[in-house]
């Protein structure tokens, strides 16, 4: 990114000079795979600039000479006991391990000038951009510093939002690496709010010396342990009477309302029995768009959405009428059955003659 600010120099005229400075603001590269939690490293593409640079060691080209390490003025590097200059230079693992071992070091290097293995060591990882390398490198073996997140807590339910993430592996079976980006697979309105359900989250690096990264939503910490949050149905009113019953499969649904109905809430499954033969179940499910949740029935084989007006259903239209503070289901019913102006009707079992109908279709 390229800015460029005016000065003007009053003197014997106005002077205009143009200033212009290159700022590069560049990410910590990906993990390309897992992040080892033994040592906390992962592999990824990195580069540095001799700013960066802690330590290079170098294997000589020709005889037995042990291998050097120098820093980036030239001057001998003073590495840990534990670690082995020859033994950097032999592999990729070699210098991993001398990165390890290293208090400083955040990433390695490991390539090759001409015929000989270089190992360095550098203080983080760095992209190309940021460390102003002109070309790829097509044979560096790099890795850095890595953490990971806990894993997510799935919670299971049919309007409950679950993450997918970028990573491999899912987030919730497998700690996710730091820069892990998960989006949910549902969204929905909440207590009236649109942006309830956060459009992404990410694993970001541990703050104050934690070993743990932390799930956050831009800057605001999340909670990992209640991430599949249930998005809610509207209650819907079921008015007792003759000709319906309602049986849920929660003890704790369904509940009286102020006028002596059935009420449900969506967290569970109920069924709305119209004469004691005809058997329609009622749920809350997503939309087909996945953007919200709506109430839906099955009535002649066919999964039918309420409309989102809906805050009645009955066997009988005019039995949700009966209550002004309700809109009884209006939504069309399939082609099997013949609909009225209240809830759905079915053609009677051979075996037994519902005495009433039900006379609307949502």
Same mark, same amino acid.
């Given at each position: 990114?390229?800015?460029?600010?005016?000065?003007?120099?009053?003197?014997?005229?106005?002077?205009?000079?143009?200033?212009?400075?290159?700022?590069?603001?560049?990410?910590?590269?990906?993990?390309?795979?897992?992040?080892?939690?033994?040592?906390?490293?992962?592999?990824?593409?990195?580069?540095?600039? /001799?700013?960066?640079?802690?330590?290079?060691?170098?294997?000589?080209?020709?005889?037995?000479?042990?291998?050097?390490?120098?820093?980036?003025?030239?001057?001998?590097?003073a590495l840990q006991p534990e670690v082995d200059p020859t033994a950097a230079v032999e592999n990729e693992d070699g210098c991993k391990a001398a990165c390890v071992a290293s208090s400083d070091c955040g990433a390695y290097i490991?390539?090759?000038?001409?015929?000989?293995?270089?190992?360095?060591?550098?203080?983080?990882? #760095?992209?190309? #951009?940021?460390?102003?390398?002109?070309?790829?490198?097509?044979?560096?073996?790099?890795?850095?510093?890595?953490?990971?997140?806990?894993?997510?807590?799935?919670?299971?339910?049919?309007?409950?939002?679950?993450?997918?993430?970028?990573?491999?592996?899912?987030?919730?079976?497998?700690?996710?690496?730091?820069?892990?980006?998960?989006?949910?697979?549902?969204?929905?309105?909440?207590?009236?709010?649109?942006?309830?359900?956060? =459009?992404?989250?990410?694993?970001?690096?541990?703050?104050?010396? /934690?070993?743990?990264?932390?799930?956050?939503?831009?800057?605001?910490?999340?909670?990992?342990?209640?991430?599949?949050?249930?998005?809610?149905?509207?209650?819907?009113?079921?008015?007792?009477?003759?000709?319906?019953?309602?049986?849920?499969?929660? =003890?704790?649904?369904?509940?009286?309302?102020?006028?002596?109905?059935?009420?449900?809430?969506?967290?569970?499954?109920?069924?709305?029995?119209?004469?004691? #033969?005809?058997?329609?179940?009622?749920?809350?499910?997503?939309?087909?768009?996945?953007?919200?949740?709506?109430?839906?029935?099955?009535?002649?084989? #066919?999964?039918?959405?309420?409309?989102?007006?809906?805050?009645?259903?009955?066997?009988?239209?005019?039995?949700?009428?009966?209550?002004?503070?309700?809109?009884?289901?209006?939504?069309?019913?399939?082609?099997?059955?013949?609909?009225?102006?209240?809830?759905?009707?079915?053609?009677?079992?051979?075996?037994?003659?519902?005495?009433?109908?039900?006379k609307d279709k949502p």
């Amino acid at each position: 990114v390229e800015v460029c600010s005016l000065k003007m120099l009053r003197t014997l005229g106005v002077l205009v000079v143009l200033a212009c400075s290159s700022i590069y603001v560049s990410a910590v590269p990906k993990c390309m795979g897992s992040c080892d939690t033994k040592d906390f490293m992962c592999s990824s593409t990195c580069y540095t600039n /001799s700013e960066n640079l802690l330590c290079s060691c170098e294997d000589p080209p020709f005889g037995d000479d042990p291998a050097k390490c120098k820093d980036a003025e030239g001057n001998d590097c003073a590495l840990q006991p534990e670690v082995d200059p020859t033994a950097a230079v032999e592999n990729e693992d070699g210098c991993k391990a001398a990165c390890v071992a290293s208090s400083d070091c955040g990433a390695y290097i490991f390539d090759q000038i001409l015929t000989a293995n270089r190992c360095r060591l550098i203080k983080e990882c #760095q992209s190309q #951009q940021e460390a102003a390398v002109p070309t790829p490198c097509t044979d560096c073996l790099s890795g850095r510093n890595c953490h990971t997140c806990p894993q997510l807590t799935y919670t299971a339910g049919a309007t409950n939002i679950h993450w997918i993430c970028d990573s491999s592996g899912d987030a919730y079976n497998n700690e996710a690496v730091e820069g892990t980006k998960c989006t949910p697979t549902h969204r929905c309105q909440i207590d009236g709010d649109d942006e309830a359900i956060p =459009a992404e989250i990410e694993c970001k690096s541990p703050e104050g010396g /934690s070993d743990m990264g932390t799930w956050s939503v831009g800057d605001t910490p999340f909670d990992e342990k209640n991430c599949d949050t249930q998005c809610p149905c509207s209650k819907i009113t079921i008015p007792k009477s003759e000709d319906t019953n309602l049986f849920c499969d929660s =003890a704790e649904q369904p509940v009286d309302d102020a006028n002596g109905n059935w009420e449900i809430d969506g967290s569970t499954t109920c069924d709305v029995v119209c004469d004691g #033969q005809i058997f329609i179940p009622i749920s809350c499910k997503f939309n087909k768009e996945g953007t919200d949740t709506a109430w839906h029935i099955t009535y002649g084989g #066919q999964d039918i959405i309420l409309d989102d007006e809906t805050t009645c259903f009955s066997c009988s239209g005019s039995n949700c009428e009966e209550d002004p503070n309700t809109t009884a289901a209006t939504t069309k019913a399939p082609t099997t059955a013949t609909p009225t102006t209240a809830t759905p009707t079915t053609p009677a079992p051979t075996t037994a003659a519902p005495t009433t109908a039900p006379k609307d279709k949502p």
